[in-house]
């Protein structure tokens, strides 16, 4: 099993930045692909961010503010989001895609999320 725990979240003025970490603990070797997504109130849970072996990609509302990455040494993914908006409210959750044993296929973990407010 992988744990995934995120932190970091708050509340903030906009223009400000935060930076939220995901741990993560188990095998984390077959972890191949972390993502972060955001869940503002009342809408569904959007993919904002992804890393896999080194390439990220970014949804368009965080295109040049937010950067993803993954320090494997600390076994932690990073967002770090600068220039934050009021639409940027929300809940915001560490993804991973874990590789099984050849043949089983993958599986996905989630955490528990972590909450950011941006006010205007």
């Known amino acids: 099993q992988v744990q995934l725990v995120e932190s970091g979240g708050d509340s903030v003025d906009a223009g400000s930045s935060l930076r939220l970490s995901c741990t993560f603990r188990?095998?984390?070797?077959?972890?191949?692909?972390m993502s972060w997504y955001h869940e503002a109130p009342g809408e569904r849970r959007e993919r904002i961010a992804e890393?896999?072996?080194?390439?990220?990609e970014y949804s368009d509302s965080v295109q040049g503010r937010f950067t993803i990455s993954r320090d494997n040494s600390r076994n932690t993914l990073f967002l770090m989001m600068n220039n934050l908006r009021p639409e940027d409210t929300g809940v915001y959750y560490c993804?991973?895609?874990?590789?099984?044993?050849?043949?089983?296929?993958?599986?996905?973990?989630w955490g528990r999320g972590t909450q950011v407010t941006v006010s205007s």
């Open positions: 993804h991973a895609w874990y590789l099984r044993d050849p043949g089983e296929g993958t599986t996905e973990f």
């Open positions: 890393i896999e072996h080194g390439h990220t």
């Open positions: 188990g095998p984390v070797e077959r972890i191949y692909s």
